[in-house]
C-alpha cells in the first residue's frame, strides 16, 4: 500500500459500532428489492469482499404507505421480512465490514399502486409521482403511527443483524417535506418555524436511538441543500441550522443535496468528482459525529484530501463501489492502478429507473452475481485455445481481457490505430472525456496478460480463415444510419445528411445545422451542444416532446435540455421528419400537419446498423460468434456484457437462475 493512503484504512467509530476503514457504500438501489433476496445479497456481499468498511442497502420501506411500484424496493412492514433481509447483513458480516440499512418512507413520492393506500404528507398536495392523484395531509394521529413505524422498523433491522440504521430525511421524502417550507405550511407544532419543522426528524432520531441505539448505530441522511434557492433549504441557511439543532443526536451524518435524485447522482457529463463539496464542507464544524457524503470518488489521493481537509470521516460512494467493488482492496494492496473507474454515465441510474436490476457500463458483473454467479476479480480458467477478436472497441477489449484472463491464448486485431472503437469518438463530446476510461482501463489490464495486440492490421474474411484459431469473435462495432429510420419514423429521403459517424471523421457542416433525432440517448443532444459551442445555428427537431428523452433515465434529460437552451440551440419537438430540400420537411407527430425547418445541413441521429460484413462471409467456421453493437447495436453497457458473457461461456452455456418469491430458489 501506499504509505500516503495509510489514513483511509483507519478504523472508525460510529456510536456502538466500529468500521474497519473509511469506505463507505452509501445506500443504492439495486433493482432487486425484497422480490430478490438472494440476488441483493449476493450484490452486497461482494462490495464487502471487496474492502467497503460499511455496505448499506437501498431504501427499505417500513410501511405499505410507502410503497414505490413497480420500482423494486425492501420492505419491513412486517416480521416476515426479517429473515430475507438477514441474508443481506449476514453476507455482509461475512467479510467483516458493518451493514447498514436505509429505513424509508416516501411520502407524496410514494406511489402506492401495489398497495393502494392514501399518499401521506404534510399537506394536502398533488402527489409526486405524476399521477393524477392527491397525497392526504397527516393529523396528529398519523404521525404517531408513523414514529412508530418506524421504531418497529429499526426494531426489525436490528434483530436481522444490522449494526447502522438509518433515518432518511433526503432526496425530498417525507421526513425532508416536513423540513422544507416549500412542502410544509402546517400552522401545527410540525409547521412554521425551521424548529418545528424539523420536530419529526428529532422524534425519529429519538424514537430509532432509543428502540436500538444499545448496539446499532443511528445515521440520518440529509440533504443540507434541495437546490432551490431561499425558498427551500439551503447550506448556507436552513440546511446548516438542521445540523445545529440535531448535531449531537444521531451517531452519523450522511449528507448530501437533494431536489430531484438527479442532483445527487449527477452524471459527469455535469459533475466533476467531488462535486458535492462545496455544499456539505460546513457539517463537519458543527458536530463531532462523524460525517460522510459522496462525489463519485474514484481517485485515492482525493480520498484522502476530503479526509485530510476535513471534509468528511469516511469516503462514500455508490456509483464508483458499482464500477468497482474492489476498489478499497486494490488500494490497501498497492494495485490502485487496476481500479475500474466509474465514468459517470449513470447507466446503474437508468436501471434503477426502469425497474430493472442493476447494471453497470464498466462492470458488466454488476447485478449477476447471484443470477449467473460472475465475480468482478475472479472467472474459471478454461482450456488454453487460440483466440482472434476481430474488432478492438469496447466490446472487442472486453472480450479479449476476460478470455486472456481465462488462460486463453489471446490475438486482437483493430484496423485503426488506436484500440477503442466508439469509446475515441464519444468521449470527445461535450463533457463525456471520462468515458475513454473504458478503453484505458482495459488496454491497461491487457497489457498484464500475454495477449497479443494488432493495430493498424484490418483482416478480410481470407487472412481471418488463414489465422487459424480455434475462436473467432467478430466485434466490429456499428455505424449511423443515413435514411433517417429511428424509434418513432420509418425513414425518408435524405441523400446529402450526414450523420455523426460524418461528424466525427471530421465532416464539416456548412451554414445552420438541423439535427434530428429520433434515437433518444445522449448523441444528439451531446453533437448539438458541441456545435452550438463552436457558434453554429443550430436547430434541435425531434418527434418526442423533450431532447433526449431517453436520458431522463440516466436523470440527465433537464440539465440537456437547460443546456442547450442556455445555449440558444432552436428545439423543435413533436415532429417527423419525412424529406430534405434546402431544410427539413416533417410532420407533426399528433397531427399529422406539415412543417419545414430551412437549413444547410442534416445530421441524423436516429439509429444504428450492425457492421456484420466479415461475420456474414465467415459463415460456417468453426467457433465463429458476434458480440457487442455487431450483435445488437445499444448502449456501451450492453455491448461489454454482451462480450463479457460471451467469454464467459465460450466453453458452454451457463444457466441463469431466477428466484421464485415465496418458492424459494
Known sequence: MDPSHAILFEPVKIGPVTAPNRFYQTPHATGFGWQRPQSGAALRKVKAEGGWGVVCTEYCSIHPSSDDSPHAFLTLWDDGDIAPLALTAAA???????????????????????????????????????????????????????????????????????????????????????????????????????????????????????????????????????LQGPQGVTSEAEGREVVELLAEIP????????????????SARFSEEGFQEDYIRFVKGLTSKPVVSVGRFTSPDRMVSQIRRGIQDFIGAARPSIADPFLPAKIREGRADEIRECIGCNICRAANNEAVGLRCTQNPTMGEEWRRG???????????????????????LEAALTLARRGLEVHLAEKARQF???????????????????????????????????????????????????????????????????????????????????????ADPGGDVVIYDDEHYFMAGALAERLATQGRRVTYVTPQAQVSTWTAYTDEQGFIQARLMGLGVRIVTGQVAR?????????CTYTGREAFTPAETLILCTGRLPVTGLYD??????????????????????????????????????????????LGS
Request: with cysteine.
Open 420 to 506: 477503442g472503437g466508439r469509446v475515441n469518438r464519444e468521449s470527445t463530446l461535450p463533457g463525456l472525456a471520462t468515458w475513454g476510461r473504458v478503453r484505458d482501463h482495459r488496454l491497461h489490464m491487457l497489457g498484464k496478460t500475454d495477449a497479443t495486440l494488432y493495430p493498424e492490421s484490418e483482416m478480410t474474411a481470407q487472412d481471418i480463415r488463414d489465422f487459424g484459431a480455434a475462436h473467432v469473435v467478430i466485434a466490429t462495432g456499428s455505424v449511423w444510419r443515413r435514411d433517417g429510420m429511428g424509434v418513432c419514423g420509418m425513414g425518408g429521403a435524405f441523400p446529402a445528411a450526414l450523420t455523426p459517424d460524418d461528424i466525427f471523421a471530421g
Open 92 to 226: 455482509i458480516h461475512d467479510h467483516g465490514a458493518l451493514a447498514g440499512i436505509e429505513l424509508w418512507h416516501g411520502g407524496a413520492h410514494a406511489s402506492n399502486r401495489m398497495t393502494r393506500l392514501p399518499t401521506l404528507a404534510p399537506r394536502v398536495q398533488p402527489a409526486l409521482y405524476h399521477l393524477p392523484s392527491t397525497a392526504r395531509a397527516m393529523d396528529r394521529a398519523d404521525i404517531r403511527a408513523f414514529r412508530l413505524w418506524q421504531r418497529e422498523a429499526a426494531l426489525r433491522a436490528k434483530r436481522a443483524g444490522f449494526d447502522i440504521i438509518y433515518v432518511y430525511a433526503g432526496h425530498d421524502y417525507l421526513p425532508f417535506q416536513f423540513l422544507s417550507a416549500r412542502t410544509n405550511d402546517r400552522g401545527d407544532a410540525y409547521g412554521g418555524s425551521l424548529e418545528n419543522r424539523a420536530r419529526l426528524l428529532r422524534e425519529m432520531l429519538e424514537d430509532t436511538k432509543e428502540a436500538v441505539g444499545d448496539t446499532c448505530a443511528v445515521a440520518v441522511r440529509l440533504a443540507v441543500d434541495e
Open 251 to 266: 451517531d452519523l451524518w450522511d449528507v448530501n443535496i437533494a431536489g430531484a435524485l438527479g442532483n445527487d447522482s449527477k
Open 617 to 662: 462471409q465467415l459463415q460456417g467456421l468453426p467457433g465463429l460468434a458476434l458480440v457487442g453493437d455487431a450483435l445488437q447495436p445499444s448502449s456501451m453497457a450492453d455491448a461489454i456484457h454482451s462480450a463479457h458473457r460471451f467469454a464467459r461461456e465460450i466453453d458452454g452455456p451457463q444457466p441463469l437462475r431466477r428466484e421464485m418469491p415465496g
Open 579 to 587: 424529406s430534405w430540400d434546402q431544410g427539413l420537411h416533417s410532420v
Open 374 to 396: 460472475w465475480h468482478p476479480e475472479r472467472v474459471p480458467p478454461a482450456k488454453r485455445e487460440k483466440v482472434l477478436v476481430v474488432g478492438g472497441g469496447p466490446a472487442g
